[in-house]
Structure formats: structure tokens, C-alpha cells
């Protein structure tokens, strides 16, 4: 049984602990919406200096707002646009240490200084990307780009994809 308040050790085993954690958060689940919110309250709930986690989904030619924890943030982001649609269309991970300097940053949060855009794919697809800000200038570092890369490559196995891409 997962206790939601129980805090991870922040230590050099870090992201192998959220990936346990986020194991057990997944067994016999399949569903993306539920995994996807699980994923989002668990590393917003674990990581300090994070202040928006979560997901948006690919629908059409737009990227709409998914599973999140954190203020309330923009809806829609045309597909290619702001560092979400670029990840998402490049199919690249983007760590942004100063979001001023990106040029078409889209500004949901006004606070904002950093970010890391991870892309998730289904089927050969990206499908959607999974979004971290913080508000501390080059808050991802390398390790926080490798380690929540492994927990996305969890997600991808661990759901069965419904949405629509086209
Ligand atoms: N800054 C993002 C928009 C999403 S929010 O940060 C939650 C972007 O430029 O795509």
C-alpha cells in the first residue's frame, strides 16, 4: 500500500525510488488518466522547487492540457509551438535553463524560470509530453532529465493509450 504523504529520501537514489513508488501506483492500472495524474501528484508531491508538473495530450494539431498539479495553466498549445509543442513535435527532450531566452516560450505562469519537456510516445507516436517548471532559474539538472526520463519510459508501458492523434 502507497502512503500519498510519505516523502521520498531526496539522496542519490532519488529517481530510483520514485520509479518503485510509481511501480506500485501503476499495478493493475492501464488507464492514461489515472496514471497520468498519479505521475503528475507524485513528482509535483516529491520534488522541491517544482511548480507545475504535468501532462499534456496530443489532439490534432494542438496539445491540450492534461493530468497536472499546480496553478491553473494554458489549455491549448498548437502543435510546434512554446517548448511543449516543440518537444512534442521534434520528438527531443528540452531543458531550458532560462525560459527568457527560449525564443516562443509560452508563459502560463509569469514566475517561471525553468523547464523540462519530456515527450511520451504510444505506437511509434508522440502522443503527448509531460511538463516540469520551476521558478528557480537551471533548476533541471542532467540527472533530473535522465531520471524522469526512465519514469516516462514507464508510463509508456504501463498504459493503454485511447486518445485520439489525428
Ligand atoms: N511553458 C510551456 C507552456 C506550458 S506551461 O509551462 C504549464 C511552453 O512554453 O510550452
Known amino acids: 500500500m502507497i502512503h500519498a504523504s510519505s516523502k521520498i529520501d531526496p539522496g542519490p537514489d532519488f529517481y530510483h525510488s520514485l520509479e518503485r513508488v510509481l511501480r506500485a501506483l501503476f499495478e493493475g492500472e492501464r488507464d492514461p488518466i489515472a496514471n497520468t495524474a498519479n505521475m503528475a ?13 504535468g501532462f499534456y495530450f496530443r489532439r490534432g494539431s494542438d496539445l491540450v492540457l492534461g493530468p497536472f498539479q499546480g496553478p491553473p495553466a494554458c489549455i491549448r498549445i498548437p502543435w510546434g509551438e512554446g517548448v511543449c509543442g516543440q518537444a512534442a513535435r521534434s520528438g527531443q527532450i528540452l531543458r531550458v535553463d532560462n525560459v527568457h531566452d527560449f ?34 532559474p537551471s533548476r533541471f539538472l542532467e540527472s533530473d532529465q535522465t531520471g524522469l526520463a526512465s519514469c516516462v519510459r ?9 486518445g485520439s492523434t489525428a
Open 154 to 162: 514507464l508510463l509508456e508501458g504501463a498504459i493503454d493509450w485511447y
Open 41 to 53: 501528484a507524485l513528482v509535483f508531491q516529491e520534488m522541491e522547487r517544482v511548480s507545475w508538473a
Open 103 to 136: 525564443p516562443g516560450h509560452i508563459a502560463c505562469d509569469p514566475k517561471t524560470r525553468s523547464e523540462l519537456v519530456i515527450p511520451f510516445w504510444q505506437a511509434g507516436s508522440v502522443v503527448g509530453v509531460f511538463d516540469l517548471d520551476s521558478h528557480v
